[in-house]
């Protein structure tokens, strides 16, 4: 059925719309100024006071660290490595499909909520492998109605036949726009020369997601296991396809980014993250120098990534010590590349508000407090909107999937069911210690 939004101001990074309209059932059928409006719509939404914009693109997250959140564990890291034993892969190895579920549905709602509208997660379940993808599907994307790219990281932690099976099982299964898949893998330092090359074949020109070089660990046990750096190593296995997706690359060394941007891969970076863990920060001027596609994630430490942009930002002009070393430019950039990586991966047209694009749409309250027009509504909405981004109404290829910053089901018992699975889930880490 057609719906419209009307009297919005609307902005997509291309074109900005004072007062407009977009009309769309599952895509974007027309939109306009609303002195031109003159569609026989039924649906129609008021959009007065409001800024339409694309829904966000979530570059790298782990849709099961929400459940980490409150849990206490008894926390000493002297490395990285400590920091995944201490509590990342405590959490991972006792997760269920059920947990798993539980925990899609609330940090779904809650990333829909923060403007996001696709989600490209990297998951880890010790306790069932087969059927998790299917179950962070059937919350993000049946439950709650966003987009999902997932995967399995595969590592020598887990029985590596299975995580092979079912990264395969996904990336092999019917995709419609709404789901999409890579081959997951954990990190080199977590993969045996024996694991990449029984990952290497059986991949199909696959792209992979994978951490890289996330600490200095990652290249000493390059260094170790292989003789050689990580970069050099996953790509000596054949692994690199276009559009792999290398997540952090902290510790890249120039012959490593030559060999990423000769691959046609995509980065996702995450400084808060990398920051939160005390690592290191990437060298996002050597990345860009080299057209190496950049996107941003948030690693799973929050549900939003406006903010992201933001930390991205600050980190860097203080990296180099000049408030020019990112800039609006640049910001535009990554969020481009983000539609432009999620429409290829999803085979769909994301990120602009024009005729043939999804309409995956959200409406923010926004009055802007000084003139706004096309050349600043970027400044805007970085500078205005990016650190607390809340959407009042959303669409996902034309299904309203969030109104009145409500959703169209019983939230209060998914968040219920959500907080019993995790009682579960930490009596499970408790009891094993
Ligand atoms: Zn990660």
Known sequence: MKKAIINARIYDYETYIERGYVVFDTTVLAVGSMNEFTEDVEDVIDGDGMLVLPGFVLGHTHIYSTFARGLALPFNPKDFQDILNQLWWKIDRQLDNDTTYHSAVVYATDALKNGITTIIDHHASGREIEGSLEALRRGVVDKVGLRGAFCFETSDRFDVEACIRENRAFLDREH??????????????????????????????DPIHIHVAESELD?????????????????????????????????????????????????????GSNMNNAVGLPRYQELK??????????????????NEYLTLM????????????LGLDDVHTLIETAYDYASRRFKVKLGKIKPGYEADLIAVPYDPPTPMDAHNALGHLVYGLFASMKAHTAFVGGRMVLHHYRVPWNEKRAFNDAR???QTLWNRITKEG
């Not at 999409?180 to 990952?199: C, D, I, N, P, Y």
């Open 176 to 205: 419609n726009g709404k789901t999409a898949a890579h081959f997951g893998l954990h990190a080199s330092m977590s993969l045996s020369e024996t694991t990449l090359k029984r990952v290497a074949s059986s991949l199909d020109h």
């Open 219 to 271: 290249q000493e046990l390059a260094e170790k296991q292989a003789q050689t750096r990580v970069v050099e190593r996953l790509d000596r296995h054949g692994l690199l396809h276009k559009d792999a997706l290398i997540v952090h690359g902290l510790f890249l060394d120039n012959h490593e980014l030559d060999i990423l941007k000769k691959r046609d891969v995509t980065v996702a970076l995450n400084v």
């Open 289 to 306: 120098n080299r057209n190496i596609p950049i996107i941003v994630g948030n690693d799973g430490l929050s549900t939003s990534v406006t």
């Open 314 to 325: 600050q980190t860097m002009h203080l990296k180099e010590g000049t408030p020019l070393a």
């Open 420 to 422: 019993n699975a995790a």
